[in-house]
């Protein structure tokens, strides 16, 4: 089975309505780096055709800089932060090109780069050259685009490949997306959010639940944001849980919270229905989801009543790693069934907890690093935090008699090593190390440390 490429969406929509607005982009205020805040002086459209026309100009420059003969699947990496349009017409164009690009974070610290002169993409010559046809249609285990984790796992990067299946399933969900304000922060403040939703009619806002907090006691005092807030059709958050008092005032003002569940390998899987924590599986053509029971011993109960998310080979949205003896996607996300069909989150299955801006920490590797590192100062370290901004390390020393303020200081320059190899969510800030009494960190009845993962809620 064969699936039409992510340009044909695009080309699709460009030739039936040319002028359909895509994206709107900010002008700001040139400012000092790292001010503070944000002056919008007015704002960009981009229509579906002059975003067609950027990305085959771009295609064309890759083809012609990388090697059109050579450009058949190859990996191209990319560092980038992914939050411009710059950076939304380079993925394209590098798939429209044939490529397939490889998105490096900005936080990894490892990786280096070297700067593209954009004066380059002036070469008029680019205007014949063709690009191939035969790449505009795709099966659907083709990798067209691919991102990395932190390496946390095994002590390097992990490659997460990304399929034309899972890009399709991406495109039925924003289908109905119409234009995307896209600007190159996501941490809004009160009052430039009330600015984009009253120059931009926006009905719509995707954004971490802790940068919502923030705009939702604003709004407790501010009848203007207030207002804004209630005209919206739609404000989906994810990552942590909204404040109790910041849900309850929004329940009572009729502010439309959506809970939002999902990953970065596989986007939005469940979502509420209402302002609550009750999620309900993502319902859409060729997306299917399963719950599978958990066994209890795997999380510490004594009876476990949990269900673990499994994403089946067949659903669009099934990432290409996958267990390879079932065929499926263990997300090893753990679910309570409240009532049929209906779930609200209770954890995880493994090491791995979920941070406030909803990506992984893996606890059990920076566990395990810091004890080697730090074993001639400690007997014993966990890691806990999540939906916390990032993670704290709570360690046992070798002994009680001891200096614990010349004890943190010599862990932290230890556990600084660590943070280089791991992203800025997984780092241990020096402040957030704790220092307990010798028996003071759980251990099971064999004597091994290893803390449960499983935090019970995200209430």
């Known amino acids: 089975m064969t699936y039409a490429s992510h340009l044909s969406f695009i080309k699709t929509i460009a030739a039936q309505s040319p002028n359909q607005l895509l994206f709107k982009l900010p002008i700001l205020e040139p400012s000092e780096p790292n001010s503070g805040g944000h002056t919008i002086l007015g704002w960009k459209d981009i229509t579906y055709s002059q975003f067609l026309s950027d990305v085959e100009r771009l295609a064309k420059y890759w083809l012609n800089v990388l090697g059109y003969a050579d450009g058949h699947g190859s990996t191209i990496g990319l560092w980038m932060a992914g939050m411009t349009y710059t950076d939304v017409v380079h993925l394209f164009s590098l798939m429209t090109a044939g490529f397939v690009p490889h998105t490096l974070d900005l936080n990894f610290q490892v990786f280096t780069i070297i700067a593209l002169d954009s004066d380059e993409l002036a070469d008029k010559a680019l205007d014949d050259m063709p690009l191939p046809s035969d790449r505009q249609d795709k099966a659907g285990n083709d990798i067209i685009m691919m991102h990395h984790t932190s390496g946390s796992t095994s002590g390097r990067p992990k490659i997460v490949r990304l399929t034309q299946s899972w890009f399709s399933a991406a495109l039925v969900q924003m289908k109905n997306a119409g234009c995307i304000v896209l600007t190159p922060w996501v941490d809004f403040t009160p009052e430039e959010l009330l600015q984009i939703i009253k120059e931009c009619k926006i009905n719509t806002i995707h954004q971490f639940s802790a940068l919502l907090n923030r705009t939702l006691r604003e709004a407790t005092t501010n009848l203007e944001l207030e207002l804004a807030l209630k005209s919206l059709e739609f404000i989906g958050h994810t990552g942590s849980s909204i404040g109790k008092e910041e849900s309850k005032w929004a329940i009572e003002h009729e502010i439309p919270l959506r809970d939002l569940f999902g990953s970065t390998e596989t986007g939005v899987l469940m979502a509420s229905l209402t302002n609550d924590t009750i999620l309900y599986p993502i319902k859409l053509p060729g997306i299917v989801y399963e719950f599978w029971p958990v066994d209890a011993t795997r999380v510490g109960l004594t009876s476990s ?155």
């Open 305 to 459: 009543g949990l269900f673990e998310l499994v994403i089946p080979r067949v659903s669009l949205d099934c990432p290409f790693f996958c267990d390879p003896k079932e065929g499926h996607h263990r997300t090893k996300d753990l679910f309570e069934e409240v009532h049929p069909g209906a779930y609200k989150y209770r954890g995880r299955l493994d090491d791995m907890i979920k941070m406030e801006n909803a990506s992984i920490c893996d606890t059990r590797y920076i566990e395990t690093q810091v004890s080697d590192s730090c074993k001639d100062l400690i007997s014993c370290c966990v890691v806990v935090g999540s939906n916390r901004p990032s993670p704290v390390l709570l360690v046992e020393p070798l002994s009680d008699d001891i200096d614990r303020t010349k004890l943190k200081e010599k862990i932290g320059t230890k556990v600084q090593l660590i943070n280089k190899n791991s992203y800025s969510h997984e780092r241990i800030d020096p402040s957030h190390i704790l220092i307990v009494q010798r028996g003071g960190l759980p251990r099971t009845s064999a004597g091994r440390k290893p803390f449960s993962r499983f935090e019970g809620s995200k209430e």
